[in-house]
């Protein structure tokens, strides 16, 4: 039986944390291990999750939980599905998920995830992007979108936030040929909830880019995360798609599919301004966005399937 929104257990592995209100980071974990069960290790880096995780006595996880060296996630994630199969555990009866941020992802774990996917190790890696390092106090991370202000990327006057690009992390991991990688919002959270299914089901490296917005960070009240990340989605400046490698999918090179393809797009403008950290951006600079934006879609609709 699929799982979904009346099928998802009522069990709860992750809970009592420290994160702060609205946190949508939280809520991957949370939702991901409902999905999993009660037979699957994690491993967090240093991050949002660990720090708020893992604060005793009251730890949060129920199931088996590390906290690996920053940059060392899915080699951790490796080390223990290694450690199970030596015990002589079925591999189909338990999970390995690896839990990181953007930076512990994008930036600083790319290394060991590109050695994990090169050996194809039978593990889950998900990171949730909150767009910066968050947990550190809003430092610019390799995901951090044009424009967006931090305490390495100031915004005022002169200088309006972030100048460089958000990394395309997806598109990066899917180069390696792994057999499955998805992007995915808490703001569509069935979508999230039967990509992480769908994962645990294939054997190899897995892995899900899952936007995760952050209201301190973001600068947008806290009973607004779950709308901030279905408009981020809406209005195009972020995609749900999922690729199958040439193993799962019998297609050399592997295969893209996009999950949603709006027919029109809602207003950039309006997502961008009702968040702080774009304050300082001008039209000009927000006209900058929406052309980016128009420009991929149209490499995206002419080369993915639909």
């Given at each position: 039986?699929?799982?979904?929104?009346?099928?998802?257990?009522?069990?709860?592995?992750?809970?009592?944390?420290?994160?702060?209100?609205?946190?949508?980071?939280?809520?991957?974990?949370?939702?991901?291990?409902?999905?999993?069960?009660?037979?699957?290790?994690?491993?967090l880096?240093?991050?949002?999750?660990?720090?708020?995780?893992?604060?005793?006595?009251?730890?949060?996880?129920?199931?088996?939980?590390?906290?690996?060296?920053?940059?060392?996630?899915?080699?951790?994630?490796?080390?223990?599905?290694?450690g199970?199969?030596?015990?002589?555990?079925?591999?189909?009866?338990?999970?390995?998920?690896?839990?990181?941020?953007?930076?512990?992802?994008?930036?600083?774990?790319?290394?060991?995830?590109?050695?994990?996917?090169?050996?194809?190790?039978?593990?889950?890696?998900?990171?949730?992007?909150?767009?910066?390092?968050?947990?550190?106090?809003?430092?610019?991370?390799?995901?951090?979108?044009?424009?967006?202000?931090?305490?390495?990327?100031p915004?005022?006057?002169?200088d309006?936030?972030?100048?460089?690009?958000?990394?395309?992390?997806?598109?990066?991991?899917?180069?390696?040929?792994l057999?499955?990688?998805?992007?995915?919002?808490?703001?569509?959270?069935?979508?999230?909830?039967?990509?992480?299914?769908?994962?645990?089901?294939?054997?190899g490296?897995?892995?899900?880019?899952?936007?995760?917005?952050?209201?301190?960070?973001w600068?947008?009240?806290?009973?607004?995360?779950?709308?901030?990340?279905?408009?981020?989605?809406?209005?195009?400046?972020?995609?749900?798609?999922?690729?199958?490698?040439?193993?799962?999918?019998?297609?050399?090179?592997?295969?893209?599919?996009?999950?949603?393809?709006?027919?029109?797009?809602?207003?950039?403008?309006?997502?961008?301004?009702?968040?702080?950290?774009?304050?300082?951006?001008?039209?000009?600079?927000?006209?900058?966005?929406?052309?980016?934006?128009?420009?991929?879609?149209?490499?995206?609709?002419s080369?993915?399937?639909?």
């Open positions: 039986m699929a799982v979904n929104a009346r099928t998802i257990t009522d069990d709860e592995y992750f809970y009592g944390h420290k994160a702060c209100a609205g946190c949508a980071g939280s809520l991957v974990v949370r939702q991901a291990l409902k999905v999993l069960g009660p037979r699957t290790i994690c491993a880096p240093a991050g949002c999750m660990s720090a708020v995780g893992f604060n005793f006595p009251q730890l949060c996880f129920a199931n088996n939980a590390f906290i690996t060296p920053f940059a060392a996630t899915a080699s951790v994630l490796t080390g223990i599905r290694a199970l199969e030596a015990q002589g555990e079925d591999p189909d009866t338990f999970n390995v998920v690896g839990f990181a941020g953007d930076g512990g992802t994008a930036d600083i774990g790319i290394q060991a995830l590109s050695g994990a996917i090169d050996r194809n190790e039978d593990i889950i890696y998900i990171c949730y992007d909150n767009e910066a390092y968050m947990n550190t106090g809003i430092q610019k991370s390799g995901l951090t979108p044009f424009g967006a202000r931090t305490t390495t990327t915004a005022g006057k002169n309006h936030g972030c100048l460089t690009q958000k990394k395309n992390l997806f598109e990066i991991v899917c180069a390696h040929g057999p499955y990688a998805a992007t995915a919002s808490v703001g569509y959270l069935n979508d999230f909830t039967a990509k992480v299914e769908k994962a645990s089901k294939i054997r490296t897995k892995f899900i880019h899952v936007i995760a917005p952050c209201p301190t960070g600068g947008h009240a806290t009973d607004e995360t779950i709308n901030i990340a279905k408009e981020v989605v809406d209005c195009g400046l972020w995609y749900l798609a999922e690729y199958e490698g040439p193993a799962v999918s019998g297609v050399a090179g592997g295969a893209f599919k996009l999950n949603r393809n709006p027919k029109e797009f809602f207003d950039v403008a309006h997502y961008l301004r009702r968040q702080t950290r774009f304050r300082a951006l001008d039209d000009e600079e927000i006209a900058r966005v929406v052309a980016g934006r128009d420009a991929k879609w149209e490499q995206i609709r080369s993915w399937t639909r």
